[in-house]
């Protein structure tokens, strides 16, 4: 008998146990690996509720709701209930974090802000065979883009969307009638100069634009430090070496010269191709992206006249080296704090997917991530989008920019104006040019001066 109650003994033990198990297995993925799992409503045989929040621009609004709605025809075992809200991926780490725990489950972001978003805990981590796909389905860029090192180790937390966010060469082919003429910046300057014409680029307050002459030498560059909590930790930044300097004396030879004008916006550039009362127009050429295609494109503009290509190549340091520049790429993130973490996955990875890019494109002319589409007729065909892939092999991503960066960077070349003005540009000495960069790199890493 003693035997029998044993045995029974252990059996309830088995069954005690057997129920901490499940219980210490909850639905909700935690971790945010993107696995899969989640924690929506239903029992039995009734269909699994879900409520997510997507975020996304006013423009891509209707667009979203297609996709989400095809999400949701893909999916009749579960039921769901999409709440959207309209928010631009330029600050969208602002208004997320503002209220993060009750934020939206799935939204859109600028590569940029990747870390911010990271350490207020709005990014969920993915992984598993979502990881796997995203990584083999996109551009190296974009998953680099999509990437945080955190303990030395490079973790996914993002799903890319598009990328195109950078700056190429936007001309008129009745002033440049052969396209090696804007192969290097000094041809395309002296051709604009002989049609009476000008060339603008926005070197001037603003440093994502003047990051292209020190992107141009690959050894040039910043590095920040982080914790594991991506908080900025140090700064270091070689701009102000002997390369740093070479920089700064081309930059002194090209700003000096009479076609490039460098105090210029979006405004002053749709202005300069358009015709006046005679029919003539300013600019020959100008530095811009993708948002200005359709202006610039335009019949009242330069219409069919109107070309692009890559940067071109500049001399520095008795070279022709290639100009590049920030590849900022838009991202679509899901939020750490969500309740439906594992459908909040599964949603990412589709509103991304090869269909979906392909529609971007198709609907919103962006520039795809996903290395099928990127190769498709369709986005090769397209003149502005074909060059921003071409651009983008010679562009660094958009990411970890020290804090101190952007100010400094857009105001260091402004005393050349007043310079030109008064004829004295190139009197300016290489030692001044060299405090230029020392007081830059003391602005960025944050360094004491005397």
Known sequence: MKKFKILALVLV?????SLALVACNPTNDNNGDGNGTGNGTGDGGARTKYTLTVWGSQEDQAMLKEMCAAYAAANPQNEYKFLFGVQSEADAADKVLNDVTSGPDVYAFASDQINKLYAGGALARIGGEIEKNVKEINSAGSIDAATLTIGGQDQLYAYPMTGDNCYFVYYDKRVYSDPSQLATLD????????????????????????SSFFFANPSLGYEVTYNDKMVQTGVTCNYNNADGLKVMQALRTYVNHNALVIQTDDSKIIAGFKADENGKTEIAAAISGTWNAATIRDEELLGENMGVIKLPKATIGGQ?????????????GVNGFSKNKGEAHKLAQWLTNEQNQLKRFEVRGFGPTNKVVAASTAVLNDPVISVVMEQAQFNRAQKGVPGNYWTPMGALITPFIAEK??????????????????????????????
């Open 13 to 17: 033990a088995l069954m005690v146990l």
């Open 187 to 210: 041809s395309m300057l002296d051709v604009a100069e002989s049609a009476g014409k000008k060339v603008h680029f926005k070197l001037n307050d603003d440093g994502w634009y003047l």
């Open 320 to 332: 022709q080296v290639q100009l590049s520049g920030y590849m900022g790429f838009k991202l679509i």
């Open 421 to 450: 003005e008064a004829g004295t540009l190139l009197d300016v000495t290489d030692a001044t040019l060299q405090e230029y960069l020392d007081a830059l790199v003391a602005q960025i890493t944050g360094a004491a001066q005397a």
